[in-house]
């Protein structure tokens, strides 16, 4: 079954609480938290306070924490403060190695994101700290995107070489596309736009649970 992380860049921030409360009434199985520190994507987000407030709120909902950031080895165990996974990106600079085991230490689900011009081949060495491999499948920094489905030959990849861990895809997703991502291998459909501008999330949500 896949599970729906509603991507929280999408909501309406000034009544963000309502807008969690929404998808979360609505059956969403994750939150994905899209955190950009406008050096890795010229965008500016949300910090580690907004994490903690969330989970403050919000204490049984997962996390799915997306740091679009350079340096996120310096904000690890403030995000861990709520995270339920953090996700860093294969293009930083960072000891990756060290930087998935310290987020494993923090009692934290691993991540690490490709952007649609990273190779697979990068991840290889890290699948075994990998509890998640999130696949963008638009440029990261803005929502609202369309889908490139070429990022479908990635999925594809990393199962055709075995690894057991979460599949996961951002950017552009809908009902229309999400077949052929759960065909090619997802577990987990970041949904911005989507979800948020749908009439009847509860309804798309059920629709997709049950592709
Ligand atoms: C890009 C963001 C978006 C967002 C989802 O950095 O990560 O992909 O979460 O966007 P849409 O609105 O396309 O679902
Ligand atoms: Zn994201």
Request: net charge negative.
């Amino acid at each position: 079954m896949i599970k729906v992380a509603p991507s929280i860049l999408a909501a309406d921030m000034l009544h963000l609480y309502d807008e969690i409360q929404k998808v979360v009434s609505a059956g969403c199985d994750l939150l994905h938290v899209d955190v950009m520190d406008g050096h890795f994507v010229p965008n500016l987000s949300y910090g580690p306070d907004m994490v903690r407030g969330i989970h403050a709120a919000f204490p049984e909902l997962k996390l799915d924490v997306h740091l679009m950031m350079d340096h996120p080895e310096e904000y690890i165990q403030r995000f861990a403060q709520g995270a339920w996974n953090i996700t860093v990106h294969e293009e930083i600079e960072a000891d990756l190695s060290e930087l998935l085991d310290r987020i494993h230490e923090c009692g934290v689900h691993t991540g690490i994101s490709l952007k649609p011009a990273t190779p697979v081949s990068r991840v290889v060495p890290l699948l075994s700290q990998a509890d998640m491999i999130l696949i963008m499948t638009v440029e990261p920094g803005f929502g609202g995107q369309s889908f490139q489905r070429e990022m479908l030959g990635k999925l594809r990849e990393l199962r055709r070489i075995g690894y057991q861990g979460l599949l996961e895809a951002d950017g552009g997703l809908t009902l229309n596309n999400l077949p052929d991502l759960k065909q090619a291998g997802l577990d987990v459909a970041v949904m911005g736009t989507a979800i948020y501008r749908s009439e009847h999330p509860a309804d798309d949500i059920r629709r997709i649970h049950s592709l």
